[in-house]
């Protein structure tokens, strides 16, 4: 059984989605269009923008959720069992089961970032990797931080987790990790605290945006972040999409759960080559490719 997997935010690299441009006349009918619902020439920015210019929350989410779906839709004859995304790639995996329209998935992820960016300018936060702690322990050090907001953010893989909070607090934590033997206890240079509570705002502006939008019944069922299940219900992928932004991302937990479903081949789509990793780690005797 075949699923496709969509990345997150961090994924984009310059010159991404050119060669489909190029080559596809789907691909760059629907690059003319995300112009026009963004109201810039985005197409410019993916294609040779710099680092720093793709690096703009409201640049990077629309062009990691570009370039993903029409990976995804400009496969003739392939067809996903499952989907998955991994934060932001939820909208992407959303598009690609037919739960929603490649323009209405887009205005959502549009406006996601200028929420979330607002968030970030509201409560000034960040996130930092932990590598080679069980999950337990970072959960039970996040919790022992009482004055400051720490949470676990991503579950990525056994042995790698990301946490989330305000500055204070992850500094705190990151030194408590250390000393609890992680192997790195790594800031990650972000806008701030995604999923976590501190994306509240983001949240309450998102939900009024998805709520609005139509969603049709999916051809075949999306492995959610929050909690990591199957779901076809349109009104239980809504709230499950709505609830994610200051929820962690279970990625660990959904790789297996989508392994134990019966999974054997995990297809990226979109940039980069970050999930295939985690796949291996998670499931290694499932085939992990990208397109």
């Avoid at 619902?37 to 680092?51: Q, R, S």
């Avoid at 720093?52 to 570009?66: G, H, N, R, S, Y």
């Avoid at 939820?90 to 329209?101: D, H, K, P, R």
């Avoid at 705002?201 to 929050?226: G, H, M, S, W």
Wanted: hydrophobic share 45%; proline share 4%; with cysteine.
């Amino acid at each position: 059984m075949k699923a496709f997997i969509f990345p997150g935010q961090g994924a984009q690299f310059t010159g991404m989605g050119k060669d489909l441009f190029d080559t596809n006349t789907k691909a760059k009918t629907l690059f003319d269009t995300a112009n026009k619902i963004l109201g810039f020439n985005i197409t410019e920015v993916m294609f040779g923008g710099t680092a720093e210019e793709l690096k703009q929350t409201k640049v990077t989410q629309p062009a990691v959720f570009i370039h993903s779906v029409l990976v995804a839709i400009c496969q003739e004859g392939q067809r996903p069992a499952l989907v998955a995304g991994h934060s932001l790639g939820e909208f992407s995996a959303l598009v690609a089961n037919g739960a929603l329209s490649f323009e209405d998935g887009l205005k959502l992820v549009s406006q996601r970032a200028s929420a979330m960016q607002k968030a970030c300018e509201k409560n000034p936060s960040t996130m930092a990797a932990i590598l080679g702690l069980d999950d337990k322990v970072v959960e039970e050090i996040c919790a022992s931080i009482s004055d400051e907001i720490v949470v676990a953010a991503n579950y990525n893989c056994p042995g790698q987790l990301v946490i989330s909070g305000s500055n204070k607090g992850i500094e705190i934590a990151c030194e408590k990790m250390k000393a609890a033997g992680a192997k790195r206890a790594l800031p990650l240079q972000v806008g701030g605290a995604f999923h976590s509570p501190l994306m509240e705002p983001a949240r309450e502006e998102l939900a009024t945006a998805i709520n609005a939008t139509k969603f049709n019944d999916p051809f075949c069922p999306v492995y959610q972040n929050v909690n990591a299940l199957a779901a076809t219900d349109v009104s239980a992928i809504k709230n499950n999409l709505i609830a994610q932004l200051t929820a962690p991302v279970r990625w660990t937990q959904t790789v297996q759960n989508m392994a134990t479903a019966g999974t054997t081949s995990f297809v990226e789509c979109g940039p980069g080559k970050v999930l295939q990793g985690l796949v291996k780690k998670i499931a290694p005797t499932a085939e992990a490719v990208s397109l």
